[in-house]
């Protein structure tokens, strides 16, 4: 049983995803959010994999906490604040994000703190 969080925007992409460990003892698998900006692709990968593909097309794909998708407002707190190991921690701010859709930065990330089984 892991968190589960929404990523929304304006334009109606909607999604419902698991952010975190399968098990409390998988020290090296983390799920986090990710996206391919050539197809528009939003999936979950291993955040301890160091380069990530799109599952669809195949290119390289990019974490949600890389600044670069991240609109320039200055966050208003954290939707989830995860270490990942002894250096590295995934953050999911309140802020707008790129979202893969619309590709405009209008995201938002909400924690639901629901339980998927
Ligand atoms: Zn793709
Ligand atoms: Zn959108």
């Not at 197809?39 to 990530?52: A, P, Q």
């Not at 290119?59 to 991240?70: G, N, R, S, V, W």
């Amino acid at each position: 049983m892991i968190p589960s969080f929404l990523a929304e925007c304006k334009c109606g992409f909607l999604v419902v995803f698991a952010v975190g460990r399968p098990t409390p003892k998988n020290r090296y698998t983390f799920y986090a959010p990710a996206v391919c900006l050539d197809c528009g692709e939003f999936f979950l990968r291993n955040y301890c994999s160091v380069f990530i593909k799109c599952p669809k097309c195949r290119k390289k794909a990019h974490f949600y906490d890389e600044p670069f998708l991240h609109s320039k407002e200055i966050a208003v707190g954290t939707v989830v604040s995860w270490l990942v190991d002894e250096e590295r921690r995934f953050i999911l701010y309140k802020k707008n994000y790129l979202c893969p859709k619309c590709k405009q930065f209008s995201m938002k990330f909400f924690g639901g703190g629901i339980l998927v089984d």
